[in-house]
């Protein structure tokens, strides 16, 4: 009598794994979007994703008194269930949190255009790619590799320090602009 148990497992074992590559697997797409390599925290309410200092065009040192922008998610996190309506969904006309202000050792200032970022009860704003947040007045050459420290002030979070990568701006961050011209 020839034993069947052995192939049959082995056609069992294939056939789910290609039922399973078919139905519900998940392959990434392909995006314009950058990898994530920033830095991530989070300050009270408020998740901070993928924030990053954008450096030269392709490593390039931007020169001290110059400046460099800071790009980053934010996502606001609601204190608890209240702010959830009668159907589940989060109730953004609770209100959220807002980005006020911004500081950093190695720059003059930080410049917030249309200040301030505000983050709607449960929701998220990407900050980027074009520049919104940016280190002017740099006091010291910045290149590519380094960390910089920059303190976030959120309106009822609070306020955190993080330390923050430089990025070359080339490859994935080819896309995202340069620190615009001060106004």
Do not use: H
């Amino acid at each position: 009598m020839i034993d069947t148990r052995v192939p049959m497992k082995a056609a069992a074992v294939a056939a789910a794994a290609l039922l399973g590559a078919g139905c519900g697997a998940q392959i990434p797409n392909q995006t314009a979007e950058a990898p994530a390599a920033g830095v991530d925290g989070q300050v009270g309410s408020v998740l901070v994703r993928d924030m990053f200092v954008l450096g030269g065009e392709n490593g390039a040192v931007i020169a001290a008194g110059g400046a460099a922008p800071l790009y980053l998610t934010l996502i606001d996190q609601p204190a608890d269930v209240a702010t959830a309506g009668p159907s589940g969904a989060v109730d953004t006309s609770a209100g959220g949190d807002a980005l006020t202000g911004a500081t950093s050792p190695a720059a003059a200032s930080v410049e917030i255009s249309d200040a301030p970022v505000a983050l709607p009860a449960g929701g998220s704003v990407k900050v980027g790619p074009q520049a919104r947040i940016v280190l002017r007045g740099l006091k010291q050459p910045l290149d590519a590799g380094q960390n910089v420290s920059v303190r976030l002030q959120f309106r009822t979070s609070g306020a955190q320090t993080f330390s923050v990568p430089v990025l070359p701006r080339q490859g994935a961050w080819q896309s995202y602009a340069p620190a615009p011209a001060a106004s």
